[in-house]
């Protein structure tokens, strides 16, 4: 408490913790010290001449100054004497600093970094606690952190070549290869024979010739990575390029030994393990591949996805017994460690079922004694059993186990798991409120609860709530660094609040921390492809099949990024892939579905026509087969064909909505809308339940402007498939092209309450509270909907984020943004309109002029449902005179 009577000012110390201020606070606990000083002074005789006000400013100015700092250097507070020293910021980054070298001495690694961080908050310029900070980041696998902080060390210093070695290095692991190539230019300008950097440089021209299908490109940087190997066995980038072209050029017995003799130098690098299983499974050598996923599977215990590769493999080999028998076999009985066990579990679950790992722990459990790891971890058993009874739709027993071994528990770790466990079940039961004070509860107990903070953070970023929400997940990941499941969700907040870099690096650094697993890797692999970045979608994909080389999901996107590239003849190895790998009606449908877009990418139609043809001959995939050789007649223009083959195709399959709708879909084609219309009606009288029938006919209607008869059949379609999403998307745009704004928003609030990650729903809701009310609540509602919008590849999302930032006065980012919309979307007099304002406000009136310009014409043409358009047109052109 500061003292009221006493505030001191001096400039030459501090008392305390805290910034600088030059000010000293003398709290109540010393007062009873300078009262009775004071009071002797003032008691003294006093000379000729002597002022008492004078006098008492000298003391205040002099005397007391001289009191208090004999004081501060001795405080007597309640008997005892506290010596108050006063460390200087640069001592206690010191401090700091000797610390963490304390704690990396023990290999306590995580209170290093905490310490190193406490340095650099204390001196900032202390460049050893930088480097050390980075280096151990590094070397923890938080590389994206380790990358900003050697990039601060050389921005504060250009001429640390150090630094920027390892920045190129980083960057190039990391695929960014622009700034790998920046960093490794600035090395090798002043060192040119760093082999590090020129493993770099060499690695950056062999992915250019491969991209360029420069072949002596190719060639050259691959025989300067071989020189360089040659010279510096420990070179990992060299070597990594090396094993990458003796692939390439099927020299795989070379490839093996490459990775091999790299194994004997880091024997626990997962980018070699995981190479040498894909080679030794294109050698076709089962015992090494067997061996080698065993080693890996005690290597990396905690990898899930590591042990369903070693369960495919067996299940191809069909050698299930084999399996369970090995896996039993590395359950010790003396040890307390539960991950053997787990994996076994895991492994019954996946490829026996369920309910067999569920008798497994009900076997477990019922043992006496407990085996040694079941009675050190019981919680954790019992848990995982009743998770696998709710699981098999037991889930009020189950639930009640887990509420049994929470009641009258003592708070701890263990309890708190299954706390978070039973929230995570009372939300799957619809019981949201008891789940959210569960986890509130556990973050009561414990504050830095990982699991209870992800739930709770992924509430936040379902109400838009991304600024607390990215801060919960940012001490998340304080603890837990390496954790992709908290990253993953970062990158979810950073796209709702619009900053796409930010949610790419997250999703990035997900893959890196899941070592590549199937879910993250595709999730980034689909945002890349979205953003046209098909060659470092291709990089992600291959390096998770790696790890999982039967994966169905990597294989088809990995097929749909080399077509989208057009490059065939890799498109058709990933069709062969799958083909040979995995054997299941799934695989066998994209493998048809795959190789038709391959020759149609090709204009090979003679062999399209003749796949087609087997694909009608066989009874799983005839009507497919028919009905694609029809579209492609479709696509020749040949119109009265196809429709005279759709319509033997509708009497072959009466039972085929699909057919019948195909024929409906023709006559829409050849502009005879009113007998699609009835032949749609007809089908749907058959089967009231078809989707795709209620959606064309309400398309034809909107099309024609019929908004009311479209309404209709859209009602119908709903009292059919009740709270279809499909449906009511296609309900609000009706009613908005008709003019019921408020009925549309109300539709589209309802869906995007239902599900805040519907994009369709949150462009739509934003763009009608920004087009069409003008209270600064609906454009900040409007901003928190659409903000995820920034840097989306859809044109019409484009529009709303431009329109909207406009609005809030952003006109450089709304005029980026709507003239990418304008591209995409020529026909929409509103894009154009929206274009034109952003013009208009940034002075450019001609390029203003042109686009309201357009906006007429293309109401003109007919273009339908936009009932305020041509008013607002009328205004801005009043504006520019």
């Not at 919309?821 to 026909?827: S, W």
Request: charged share 25%.
């Amino acid at each position: 408490m500061t003292c009221p009577v006493l505030r001191v000012q001096i400039c030459v110390f501090r008392v305390g913790p805290g910034r600088c201020s030059g000010h000293v606070h003398v709290n109540s606990s010393c007062r009873f010290l300078l009262l009775p000083l004071y009071a002797i002074w003032i008691s003294l005789p006093q000379p000729r001449g002597f002022h008492w006000a004078g006098w008492r400013a000298e003391f205040w100015r002099t005397g007391l100054k001289k009191i208090i700092l004999a004081i501060v250097a001795v405080l007597v507070v309640g008997g005892g004497i506290l010596l108050a020293t006063a460390d200087t910021k640069e001592q206690r980054a010191a401090k700091y600093l000797a610390s963490a070298n304390e704690f990396i001495a023990k290999g306590d690694e995580s209170r290093a970094l905490i310490e190193l961080r406490n340095a650099l908050q204390q001196n900032a310029d202390l460049q050893e606690a930088r480097w050390l900070f980075a280096d151990l980041l590094l070397k923890t696998g938080r590389r994206a952190d380790a990358f900003g902080q050697y990039r601060q060390i050389y921005l504060k210093n250009p001429e640390d070549l150090d630094a920027a070695r390892k920045l190129a290095l980083i960057a190039f692991d990391g695929m960014a290869w622009d700034q790998a190539r920046d960093y490794a230019e600035a090395v090798l300008e002043k060192h040119p024979d760093d082999p590090d950097v020129l493993a770099v440089k060499a690695g950056l021209d062999y992915r250019d010739g491969i991209s360029d299908r420069d072949d002596e490109k190719t060639a050259q940087a691959a025989e300067t990575e071989r020189t360089l190997l040659a010279a510096n066995p420990g070179l990992i980038q060299a070597r990594r390029i090396v094993i990458a072209d003796a692939i390439r050029t099927q020299e795989l017995d070379q490839a093996l030994k490459l990775v091999d003799d790299g194994l004997a130098l880091l024997p626990d690098d997962r980018d070699l393990n995981n190479t040498r299983l894909v080679v030794l499974e294109r050698l076709g050598r089962d015992a090494d591949l067997e061996q080698q996923l065993l080693e890996m599977v005690v290597r990396y215990p905690d990898d899930e996805a590591l042990g369903r590769t070693l369960v495919q493999f067996y299940v191809k080999e069909k050698r299930l017994d084999d399996a369970e028998r090995i896996l039993r076999s590395q359950i010790d009985p003396d040890s307390d460690s539960m991950d053997p066990r787990m994996v076994l579990l895991r492994f019954l679950a996946e490829v026996r079922s369920p309910a067999v790992m569920r008798d497994e722990l009900d076997k477990v459990l019922a043992e006496t004694p407990l085996p040694k790891d079941v009675a050190a971890h019981p919680v954790a058993f019992r848990a995982l059993k009743a998770q696998a009874d709710f699981n098999l739709g037991n889930r009020d027993p189950a639930m009640a186990e887990l509420e049994g071994l929470i009641k009258g528990a003592e708070p701890s770790q263990d309890i708190d798991r299954v706390k978070v466990q039973l929230a995570r079940m009372r939300l799957a039961t619809g019981n949201a409120v008891g789940a959210r004070a569960l986890v509130e509860e556990v973050l009561v107990h414990n504050p830095g609860q990982v699991e209870a903070m992800k739930m709770k953070a992924n509430w936040l970023i379902d109400e838009d709530k991304t600024e607390p929400a990215i801060a919960l997940l940012r001490d998340a990941l304080s603890d837990v660094p390496n954790d992709s499941q908290t990253l993953m969700l970062l990158s979810r907040a950073y796209q709702r609040e619009g900053r796409p870099e930010l949610m790419a690096d997250m999703l990035s650094r997900a893959v890196d921390a899941s070592n590549q697993a199937p879910f993250e890797s595709l999730t980034y692999a689909r945002w890349l492809f979205q953003q046209g970045q098909y060659q470092s979608t291709e990089t992600i994909l291959v390096n998770a099949l790696r790890r999982q080389p039967a994966d169905l999901d990597l294989l088809a996107m990995l097929a749909q990024t080399h077509i989208a590239m057009k490059d065939w003849a890799r498109a058709q190895q990933d069709v062969d892939a799958i083909e040979t790998r995995i054997d299941s009606d799934e695989a066998r449908a994209a493998v048809r579905d795959l190789r038709a877009q391959v020759l149609t990418g090709q204009g090979r139609n003679d062999e399209l026509s003749s796949l087609l043809d087997q694909m009608a001959n066989d009874p799983d995939s005839e009507l497919a087969a028919r009905m694609a050789m029809i579209r492609t007649t479709v696509r020749t223009g040949r119109l009265d064909q196809a429709l005279n083959e759709a319509k033997a195709l509708a009497a072959d399959k009466p039972d085929a909505p699909a057919a019948a709708l195909l024929v409906a879909q023709i006559q829409i084609a050849q502009g005879d809308t009113e007998a699609a219309g009835d032949a749609i009606k007809a089908t749907l009288a058959a089967h009231p339940d078809f989707l795709p029938g209620w959606m064309t006919l309400q398309g034809v209607q909107l099309r024609a402007g019929a908004f009311d008869e479209a309404l209709k059949t859209i009602d119908a379609g709903l009292a059919q498939l009740p709270e279809n999403r499909t449906l009511l998307l296609s309900k609000a745009f009706a009613l908005e092209k008709k003019g019921d704004i408020d009925g549309a928003i109300t539709i589209y609030e309802g869906i995007y309450a239902e599900n805040s990650d519907d994009l369709v729903a949150a462009n739509n809701l934003a763009s009608l509270l920004a087009s069409t009310r003008e209270d600064q609540e609906s454009l900040d509602r409007a901003w928190t909907v659409a903000r995820r919008l920034n840097g989306s590849p859809v044109p019409a999302f484009l529009d709303t984020y431009g329109w909207i930032s406009f609005r809030r006065g952003d006109t450089a980012g709304a005029l980026a943004a709507l003239q990418k919309a304008a591209q995409g979307l020529p026909d929409d007099p509103a894009v154009a309109y929206h274009l034109g304002r952003a013009y208009a406000a940034q002075n450019q009136h001609d390029q203003a002029v042109a686009e309201y310009d357009r906006a007429d014409a293309l109401l003109l043409k007919g273009a339908v449902g936009y009932p305020g358009l041509p008013q607002d047109l009328v205004r801005a052109r009043a504006q520019l005179n």
